[in-house]
């Protein structure tokens, strides 16, 4: 009995070498699952960050390309502020032209139509004096 037990105890020394073995097997398919599955998710965030690398690029692109359109309308603006001032100031300084020659006309008109007045009198007077001292 001794071969008989030492097969025995031996088979049963196999069942349990294998069923670890089963199960080693089985814990190196879970790892070997979850290896591929953290490859998949490193490769998944590499593509996500050229992605995002590539959206930042393009958008650094469009923002200095409207900055650039911002300051071209800045000066745009700024001159056309300033063609409009000075037509404002032109026409202004027209108007003030105008307006000042009316209050001067409108100041002078009446002292020279007094003047012409005292002009015609003092004609009449002298002509008179001369016609009545000549005679």
Known sequence: MNGRAEASRLTERLAVMS????????????????????????RDTGFEVARLRERESAL????????????????LLTSEFENIANRILKTSAA????????????LLDPLRERIQEFHAKWKAVMTQKAATCCR
């Open 60 to 75: 650094w692109q469009k923002l200095e390309e409207q900055s650039r359109q911002s300051a071209a309308r800045d000066q």
């Open 19 to 42: 069923a670890i073995a089963d199960e080693r097997t089985n814990a190196i398919r879970t790892l070997e699952a979850k290896l591929e599955l953290a490859l998949k998710e490193t």
């Open 95 to 106: 108007e003030l032209s105008d307006s000042s020659q009316k209050a001067v006309a409108a």
